[in-house]
């Protein structure tokens, strides 16, 4: 069965660092694409970032970048986001979703972990 | 970045209905875009991809269809289960993008 399990989410400080992984399970991992979307309180869903199977291409929406570093280690079947200087409106639950192999669009998605960015 | 747009945000619905929703992106995508429920507190579960595929797993019921700018997700006969909020995702190219969702309410 496959899982994606997400954690490191919390409370933060504006301007604070938080560091957030996905676990995987129940397929091989290291042959799929992965992406982190976000879903701020109420509201619809934005996608964060995109890393290849190998690592080796990396997308990031406007939002993020230069502030967020996606990145996974195939060996530990984890994918992470590593988050900088973090703002109110990075507020949002954080999904990370498998691009499928057949679909091409996101058919397995983790139960999210809630990331509060507050003073 | 290709914007998408779904109408209406919210939809009032009794069971046993045919229900219509439409995603229109900013330009052409082809076929590459997906369809996903999301329940309160859930995560999206992905019903359609490649405009009309159906997903594993998804009731018959669900349906698909459309290419270019515009899309329909439509669903013959509205079940109790059905009852959540629907989003759009083009993945034609990076940024993916999705529509601001279409809440479907029990009337």
């Known amino acids: 069965e496959v899982q994606l399990v997400e954690s490191g989410g919390g409370l933060v400080q504006p301007g604070g660092s938080l560091r957030l992984s996905c676990a995987a399970s129940?397929?091989?991992?290291?042959?799929?694409?992965m992406n982190w979307v976000r879903q701020a309180p109420g509201k619809g869903l934005e996608w964060v970032s995109y890393?290849?199977?190998?690592?080796?291409?990396?997308y990031y929406a406007d939002s993020v970048k230069g502030r967020f570093t996606i990145s996974r280690d195939n060996a530990k079947n984890s994918l992470y986001l590593q988050m900088n200087s973090l703002r109110a409106e990075d507020t949002a639950v954080y999904y990370c979703?498998?691009?499928?192999?057949?679909?091409?669009?996101?058919?397995?998605w983790g139960q999210g972990t809630l990331v509060t960015v507050s003073s | 970045d290709i914007q998408m747009t779904q109408s209406p945000s919210t939809l009032s619905a009794s069971v046993g209905d045919r229900v219509t929703i439409t995603c229109r992106a900013s330009?052409?995508?082809?076929?590459?875009l997906a369809w996903y429920q999301q329940k309160p507190g859930k995560a999206p579960k992905l019903l359609i991809y490649?405009?009309?595929s159906l997903e594993s797993g998804v009731p018959s019921r669900f349906s698909g269809s459309g290419s270019g700018t515009e899309f329909t997700l439509t669903i013959s006969s509205l079940q109790p289960d059905d009852f959540a909020t629907y989003y759009c995702?083009?993945?034609?190219?990076?940024?993916?993008?999705f529509g601001q969702g279409t809440k479907v309410e029990i009337k």
């Open positions: 490649k405009a009309s």
């Open positions: 995702q083009q993945y034609n190219s990076y940024p993916v993008t």
């Open positions: 890393i290849s199977s190998s690592g080796s291409t990396i």
């Open positions: 129940g397929f091989t991992f290291s042959s799929y694409e």
């Open positions: 979703a498998r691009d499928g192999l057949a679909t091409s669009s996101f058919d397995y």
């Open positions: 330009q052409s995508i082809s076929s590459w």
